[in-house]
């Protein structure tokens, strides 16, 4: 159930949105209804910006599919990148050497993989290209670590039932989202990076303040989006904790959701 309650009077110069299961189910289509509610508050003068997990090569065709042309932020906040031309403009970079040699050592039989500042992922592995990118490439496992990284994502099917909390804390890793579906997959990025940073990067740019931004988000890589935007609204289908991160909720279906809260600007 909705529970949408914005400021009165606010109205944003920027909208972050969430792409799976905030504006489309996970890996699917976008709905008519949120493109043409992207489309009125683009035409009201706002930049719209999506805001996700995703690499730039698998948010670049939803980003289209609304009409967008311009800014992204990808791979949970290490990516800066523009839809038309699909481009990287910035990207945070770490060295996954430290991390894989640890990693490796517990967990000797996971799935490794790591997206470049280009968006290209080299797996030891193939495991779908829906869930990396469009470009995937399968290598051994010392050519994970010859250049730096976005981000580096584990999957190991012996952590389906008791996930990687423990590993995690054993290690003090930061920048740590967990779980896509029901697979036991760990995505690791740059210490201190996530959605909210580039998306304030972004503003610097543009001279736009923080306060008149507004960010829509249903998972915990949301969580310090929703925290850092003027106003963070939350699906209804997220968690405790992404809701407490929020001001306001709005309806748990994806796309509709979304076109609610959009909607109501312009009412």
């Known amino acids: 159930m909705s529970q949408l309650a914005l400021p009165a009077d606010f109205f944003p110069e920027l909208i972050a949105l969430d792409i799976d299961d905030t504006l489309t189910e996970h890996l699917g289509n976008v709905s008519e209804r949120v493109i043409d509610a992207v489309a009125a508050v683009r035409a009201a003068g706002v930049q719209v910006v999506l805001a996700t997990g995703r690499s730039l090569s698998t948010t670049a065709p939803v980003g289209r599919a609304l009409g967008l042309d311009g800014w992204a932020v990808c791979s949970n906040g290490a990516v800066l990148a523009t839809i038309e031309p699909q481009t990287v403009i910035e990207a945070v970079t770490f060295d996954p050497k430290p991390v894989l040699d640890q990693l490796v050592e517990r967990l000797p039989d996971a799935i490794y993989a790591v997206e470049d500042a280009h968006g290209i992922f080299l797996t030891t592995r193939t495991f779908g290209a829906d869930a990396l990118g469009m470009s995937i490439r399968e290598v051994a496992f010392e050519h994970l670590t010859v250049n730096p990284v976005v981000r580096l994502v584990v999957r190991s099917e012996d952590h389906r ?56 988000g249903d998972f915990t890589n ?46």
């Open 161 to 216: 039932e008791d996930g990687f909390g423990e590993i995690v804390k054993q290690m003090g890793l930061h920048s740590v989202i967990f779980g896509i579906g029901d697979l036991a997959w760990m995505d690791i990025g740059p210490v201190g990076v996530n959605k909210a940073t580039m998306l304030a990067n972004l503003c610097t740019r543009l001279d736009i303040n923080q306060a008149n931004t507004l960010a829509i």
């Open 222 to 267: 949301d969580i310090e989006m929703l925290r850092w935007a003027g106003v963070g609204v939350a699906m209804g289908s997220a968690s405790a904790a992404v809701m407490a991160a929020a001001d306001t909720v709005t309806s748990s279906t994806p796309g509709i959701g979304v076109a609610e809260v959009l909607d109501a600007l312009l009412a």
